[in-house]
């Protein structure tokens, strides 16, 4: 049976029953109202993300989701290294990567005709060209693999439920109200129709591109929603005689019409290798909305295969908006908005989902901290301040992504043409014997290379850089990047980046750094001669009442620098020291050894906590 409907419509089926008791914390109080410190609304990558991380924290936390079950179809899959070593962190790297399609397999980036048709081009993408493998390699512990968001959503909201999360399906949030002390947050079960307040300290609307959080709370936003039209065909067929000798999560078409709206081109789209597929698939968005039935969808994807009597079993069909949009601040007082909510793009680079779960990171330690009385309040503001510049970079990235197919269209000459039989006939202007042939396949190849933007980017995946008063530079200047910001990151401890990552370990034992910063605590990474760091470390965290590790980095130590790659990357000398926030981005970095180590970490930690501005009052009121 196939469907069509938005993704984020209505999930028809059976109803759920909720018999799992509420826990001590989040239980009914005599008002009838459910308390909890922190509401979640939307179990998708942000939400089911946010409830896991807050779970490992210890907070409790109530995830409500407008429907029976997670995602029902495959739309985020490609996951890059910096959300793989976020999920490493959470300690769910290996249940994602039981159930992905390893990154081996996701790169040699088609463009063609049709599938079974001409190959216009090749391009390894993802870190698989050999160079560039070792740009991925030598920069994390973690590669990028391929997980349908069916597969990625279950597996966090699990964990999340596992580790303590109320999670509440068939529910709906309907609107909020906030004072000094919390959020009260009407609701409505579903499957009852009856309607109940949570009361909550905070609310974290991941609701979607259409939030209605994001509403309720007026978010600025800029930019345009629905500026291009696309339709999603899921379908399975064995498409392993046109797949394996090329593996690759994405095959992309230029085909009659693969220039109107989607995503730049036609797209045929790995699920699961190779015999389940989407295909993305452009409409004008000005006109009357396709009403697609079995056998369209069956044409269009017998089209793009290239195969006119191809055995396909379709298993379902939706239409969705391409959007251009951004939120400029992302939260008001009590109420924080993530993922899609705060950031709307086309699918294009896969920037969607990862970002939406490193949203969730930034915020989720912050009000871990908050609500245990670690941090003052104004720690909070800093989220929008970090992460709304970020919103901007991928809603524009992901949409250059999808103009960068423009060059593509232009040197087969298929731009302009008007009717199927142009557009075939164009294309073979490539392969002619001719200046202007020549002419044409230097600017293909050029404009295929140019795709490294969306599919080679390192740079953007996981250079992220945060400017906020949670990152302590004493004044310094970020040092000005070499190489192309966008396709590759910038590696150093400057304040603000993400830790470097370094194998360290002993002659049992080898880990990353990222290992060792763990998401549920500050770190102080210091070599030998810093044990006095350390020694400080240990009595700043008794006064500042916060969980700080201490890792000296040496010879004889536990934790030992074996490769050198520590000592090559740590910019400090050996008795300096590195900050390291839970979310593994540098919070602070001194040269060397101070005369005061105790005050100086006390003075820095306190600022970037915001405790010194936190008054018994202000503590109560909001932790
Ligand atoms: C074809 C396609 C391919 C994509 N590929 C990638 C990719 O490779 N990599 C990538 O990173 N991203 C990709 N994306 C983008 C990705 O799917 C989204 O960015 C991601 O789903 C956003 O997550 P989210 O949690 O913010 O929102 P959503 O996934 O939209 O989740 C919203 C949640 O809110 C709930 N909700 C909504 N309203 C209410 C309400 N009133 N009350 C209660 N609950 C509510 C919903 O039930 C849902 O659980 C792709 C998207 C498409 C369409």
Known sequence: MTTQRNDNLEQPGRSVIFDDGLSATDTPNETNVVETEVLIVGSGPAGSSAAMFLSTQGISNIMITKYRWTANTPRAH?????????????????QVLAEAVPHEL???????????GEEIG???TWGTRPDRRADYELASPAMPCDIPQTLLEPIMLKNATMRGTQTQFSTEYLSHTQDDKGVSVQVLNRLTGQEYTIRAKYLIGA??????????INLPMEGKMDIGGSMNITFKADLSHLAAHRPSILYWVFHPGSNIGGLGAGLIRMVRPWNEWLVVWGFDINQEPP???DDEAIQIVRNLVGIED????????????????????????????AGDAIHKHPPSHGLGSNTSIQDSYNLCWKLACVLKGQAGPELLETYSTERAPIAKQIVTRANGSSSEYKPIFDALGVTDTTTNDEFVEKLALRKENSPEGARRRAALRAALDNKDYE??????????????????????????MTEDPMLHHQKSTFPGLRLPHAWLGDAKEKYSTHDIAEGTRFTIFTGITGQAWADAAVRVAERLGIDLKAVVIGEGQPVQDLYGDWLRQREVDEDGVILVRPDKHIGWRAQSMVADPETALFDVL???LHTKQTNQANQANYS
């Not at 490609?78 to 290996?94: F, K, S």
């Not at 055995?311 to 009590?334: C, F, M, P």
């Not at 599919?455 to 000005?480: L, M």
Request: hydrophobic fraction near 35%; glycine fraction near 8%.
């Open 78 to 94: 490609i996951t890059n290294q910096r959300t793989m070593e976020i999920l490493r962190d959470a300690g769910i790297e290996d």
């Open 106 to 116: 996701m790169g040699d980036t088609v463009y063609c005709e049709s599938m079974a």
């Open 122 to 124: 090749r391009r390894p």
């Open 207 to 216: 609701d979607g591109a259409r939030s209605k959080v994001a509403a309720d």
């Open 291 to 293: 009403k697609l039935n």
């Open 310 to 337: 191809l055995d396909v079993e379709i298993l379902g069909y939706s239409l969705w908006g391409n959007n251009d949009q951004y939120a400029t601040h992302l939260q008001k007082g009590r109420v924080f908005c």
């Open 455 to 480: 599919f080679n980017a390192q740079g953007t995946e996981i250079g992220q850089f945060y400017d906020s008063s949670a990152v302590i530079t004493d004044g310094q200047k970020r040092p000005a």
């Open 606 to 608: 306190s600022a970037l």
